[in-house]
């Protein structure tokens, strides 16, 4: 089934052809004028310079005019061979669609809403008969069954026309087009760009990203510039002015040597000031008891952090390159990442 944009906007064009498999661009005079655009020949033979094909308007009062315009469009500049001109359908229409299939023009005929429309334009050689499905629906009308009929129309008969699906409002319209089995379909952009969502394809892709990082990514890949440490001597003020201003919620503490000797955690401060009010901040750190600090390897894979964060039921943990203090991780590291759902 071809896949044509349905659009005149130059910035969707862009992304949409991007892509590298749409067939073509279908466009209106209603696309036109709701763009602002002024210069119509100038807007037409750009957009021909955008895409592999264009399905473009040739308008007139009875069929030597219609025959006129797309003489005139092709003395513009646009290739025969990679335009469509589109055509209302009428006697005058299918006329025009015959002389111009004649010379090896492309013709769609259009606005077409009954079967006996399509069947004309068939008849007249059409490149491609395009019911409007949307609007058909709009007005309480089985759409989907008048496509259904020209699709067989066209496989009993032999017709070389293709039917295209048009008038898509979402994208169950493009399943419905899939499913009768339609040659052609001209989709909105806001309609194209979501037809490949699905939260169940989402949540899968995340989760294989997930798994993929843990087993892929070191610790140390993820790890912040900030190492967040306070000394023994340093008081509990200093110990939380550094975990205010570093954003962790924990801080090393090391000796003058520079050894660890333990961490300590936004949790300790809350417990240490429900015990012994504001004056524990003038405490120093040696004072304190500290539970031993969970530590991993820089070189460690970020599944061997996330089994000791959820094992330990931590929120930080130590990092050491070789034995020694390298920084920290928090749980929030790892959220960022999208390892901790």
């Not at 493009?174 to 309609?191: E, F, L, Q, S, Y």
């Amino acid at each position: 089934m071809e896949l044509y944009l349905d659009s005149v906007d130059l910035k969707e064009i862009e992304t949409a052809f991007e892509l590298g498999f749409l067939t073509g661009l279908t466009t209106t005079p209603t696309f036109m004028h709701r763009e602002g655009v002024k210069d119509i020949d100038g807007m037409i033979l750009r957009l021909a310079d955008m895409v592999p094909i264009l399905q473009v308007e040739a308008l007139g009062n009875n069929a030597d005019e219609v025959v006129k315009e797309a003489h005139r469009l092709i003395g513009l500049g646009l290739d025969k061979t990679k335009t469509v001109f589109k055509i209302p359908v009428s006697l005058e229409g299918v006329k025009a669609c015959k002389k111009l299939t004649d010379e090896g023009c492309m013709v769609n005929i259009h606005l077409v809403y009954t079967l006996q429309q399509a069947y004309m334009a068939m008849a007249a050689g059409a490149t491609y008969v395009c019911p409007l499905v949307g609007r058909l629906q709009d007005q309480g009308h089985d759409a989907l069954s008048l496509v259904e009929q020209c699709v067989e129309a066209v496989n009993y008969y032999g017709y070389n026309a293709k039917i295209m699906f048009s008038s898509v409002r979402h994208a169950e319209h493009v399943r419905n087009a899939i499913n009768i089995g339609v040659h052609t379909i001209t989709v909105p952009w806001k309609v194209m760009k979501n037809l490949t969502d699905n939260n169940f394809t989402t949540v899968g892709t995340q989760q294989f990203v997930e798994h993929t990082k843990l087993m892929t990514v070191k610790v140390a890949d993820i790890m912040r510039t900030t190492n967040p440490t306070v000394k023994l001597a340093d008081t509990v003020l200093d110990a939380t002015v550094a975990m205010t201003e570093s954003g962790f919620g924990a801080v090393a503490v090391v000796d003058e040597q520079a050894q660890l000797k333990g961490i300590f955690t936004d949790g300790d401060l809350r417990r240490q000031l429900k015990a012994d009010g504001k004056d524990v901040l003038q405490k120093k750190m040696a004072d304190l008891t500290f539970n031993p600090p969970i530590t991993v390897e820089a070189d460690d894979l970020l599944h061997v952090a996330v089994d000791l964060i959820k094992e330990k039921s931590v929120d930080n943990l130590i990092v050491l390159e070789q034995g020694k203090l390298k920084g920290m991780l928090d749980v929030q590291d790892f959220i960022e990442q999208g390892l901790m759902g």
